[in-house]
């Protein structure tokens, strides 16, 4: 499968909402700490903007609320790898998408065949506390050596100014929180992030 070269990543369906209508195309649902009907409802009204903006819907570790409201791909870190019903995940079809961050991780995501293989963080993040240092565009280049046509998506502590450096050492995708979220204009990063992926992977 192909990714599109832009993975937006956000904490609610408000900011969905907000940026998918600008063209965004890739996006995962990440909602941490809140009840398991708060995040149900996030997930419904995320889902109807995404398919009216035809927009990829990606739920972060709730598979079983993303199999009840028919959604179609989930993201899971390696706890939640450990602890998640694969057998259940592929029987309701979803697609799967694994963090990695060291070897053994690596190893554990490719025995599940997923989707696709998310490595991070690539430089320093604020995001959240890391237990691993900045993996760099040279575990980038070699992750993608050992995954090879299986999609590979950059995650931590990108810029628009550093885009073209995780694509050109092998990512296919580039996810980004921070960069977006925190920016004085939302919108207009959203639309400089658009434009910049789409050049460098589509010239």
Not at 12 to 19: G, V
Not at 187 to 203: F, H, N
Request: proline share 5%; charged share 25%.
């Amino acid at each position: 499968m192909k990714l599109d070269p832009f993975y937006l990543i956000v904490d609610s369906a408000t900011w969905i909402e907000r940026l998918v209508p600008l063209g965004v195309k890739l996006v995962q649902l990440r909602i941490k700490e809140r009840t398991l009907s708060d995040i149900r409802a996030d997930i419904r009204r995320a889902k109807a903007v995404c398919v009216a903006h035809g927009c990829q819907l990606i739920i972060n570790d709730y598979w079983q609320l993303a199999i009840e409201e028919g959604c179609d791909f989930i993201h899971l870190g390696q706890e939640d790898l450990a602890a998640a019903d694969i057998a259940a995940i592929r029987e309701a079809g979803l697609k799967l998408g694994l963090s990695t961050h060291d070897e053994a991780e690596l190893a554990a995501a490719l025995a599940v065949r997923p989707a696709y293989i998310a490595l991070g963080p690539i430089y320093p993040t604020i995001l959240k506390a890391m237990a691993w240092a900045p993996q760099g565009l040279g575990r980038l280049r070699d992750w993608k050596s050992r995954i090879g046509p299986l999609p590979l998506v950059a995650v931590g502590g990108l810029t628009v100014e550093r885009i073209a450096g995780v694509f050109e050492n092998g990512a296919d995708s580039a996810a980004v929180v921070t960069d977006i979220v925190l920016s004085e204009n939302p919108e207009q990063k959203t639309r400089e992030w658009i434009a910049t992926t789409k050049t460098l992977r589509y010239p």
